[in-house]
């Protein structure tokens, strides 16, 4: 995505492309892009971005200078604003930005501040920038991404402008990536697995084995016992099987090895998350086939899925879906995943 328009690449999000491909003409001092990890907003930042500061808002089919140095990751007035340390955005690295948004942009009629880990940043982090956006200068643009609003303290989020991205619903998301190539079936597996998260399903698209990763997670209910040692050693054999997806796909991304921690942890999350899902339709359609509904995943056996009651299919599943909310952001997942094993039948 170096020429041309927003996003031209993306799979997905219509509405969002739409209304930033309007904002361009008036950009606001701040944008705000939440939603599930995985489904295209860092992507779409970055591009926004690029426009942002692309001196024809990239009305041209060739790339321009500025679209190619954004491109090669040297661009003077593109500021990635990045956690100093391992885990979050702190105030010094806040205080950092708070003064070099004062400062006149190089080549470009703003400067623009990215930070694709916002919602890691401290409340201290937040009360810095908070001066910066109430009293905006119009050079400036801030893009802070992260999967929720509540990340932020209300005083912080209300000064942005809140794009919200949803997940691509499977249907489209199958349908994009067979258009892009791929095999029926294979596209099928990778809008199932990847949970509607489109960017989780391209990465994931190279590897072997994904199919097994969603047959494992149907597999699971079968050999639960609801012993916490059992638990245990299921939730680290779930993680450990995800492993080296993660660290395959944190090892593409650009940077030193605190950028790859960070994308293995993502990683890590949105696999976990999307394994999560998988679990949780094994028991919607447990209950969907007692009760006389549709089952979304045919390839079980009935015998399989009629084995608990509706009634206990539909708590195990709210107990999961309750689960990948918790996962969010959570640093321990293998304690949080046994307890919740403990608790399925
Ligand atoms: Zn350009």
């Known amino acids: 995505m170096t020429a041309g328009l927003l996003a031209a690449n993306l799979i997905g999000h219509g509405e969002v492309v739409e209304l930033l491909q309007h904002e361009l003409a008036k950009p606001s001092h701040a ?14 930042a970055r591009d926004f971005a690029r426009l942002l500061l692309c001196p024809i808002g990239g009305d041209h089919v060739e790339p321009c200078r500025s679209c190619r140095r954004i491109a090669s990751g040297n661009h003077p007035d593109l500021v990635l604003v990045e956690p100093e340390g391992r885990a979050s955005l702190g105030v010094e690295t806040a205080r950092s930005v708070v003064s070099q948004a004062v400062l006149s942009p190089v080549e470009s009629e703003r400067r623009v501040f990215l930070a694709e880990d916002a919602g890691t940043m401290t409340e201290q982090a937040a009360n810095a920038l908070l001066k910066t956006l109430e009293e905006p200068t119009a050079a400036v643009t801030f893009l802070l991404v992260s999967e929720s609003e509540d990340d932020f303290p209300l005083t912080l989020a209300s000064r942005c402008r809140v794009v919200r991205f949803g997940r691509v619903p499977e249907d489209e998301l199958t349908a994009e990536l067979e258009r892009q190539g791929l095999a029926a079936e294979e596209a099928r597996v990778l809008a199932l697995v990847s949970g509607g998260r489109p960017g989780l399903a391209l990465q994931l698209g190279s590897e072997p084995h994904v199919a097994d990763l969603r047959q494992a997670w149907l597999n699971l209910p079968s050999r639960l016992s609801g012993r916490p040692g059992d638990s245990f050693r299921l ?20 940077g030193g090895a605190e950028q790859r921690d960070r994308a293995k942890r993502r ?20 209950a969907s086939l007692q009760l006389g509904g549709p089952i979304r995943n045919r390839d079980v056996a009935l015998s399989e899925l009629a084995r608990v009651s509706p009634a206990v299919a539909v708590n195990a599943a709210n107990l999961i879906l309750d689960a990948v909310v ?20």
């Open 326 to 345: 918790d996962l969010i952001g959570n640093l321990r997942p293998l304690p949080l995943l046994a307890a919740l094993f403990t608790s399925l039948e």
């Open 267 to 286: 990683a890590t999350q949105s696999l976990l998350a999307s394994g999560l899902e998988i679990l949780a339709s094994f028991y919607l359609d447990s």
């Open 235 to 254: 939730a680290e054999e779930m993680i450990a099987l995800i492993e080296p997806l993660a660290s395959e796909l944190a090892g593409t991304v650009a």
């Open 31 to 44: 944008y705000l892009f939440v939603g599930p990890a995985g489904v295209g907003k860092a992507t779409v």
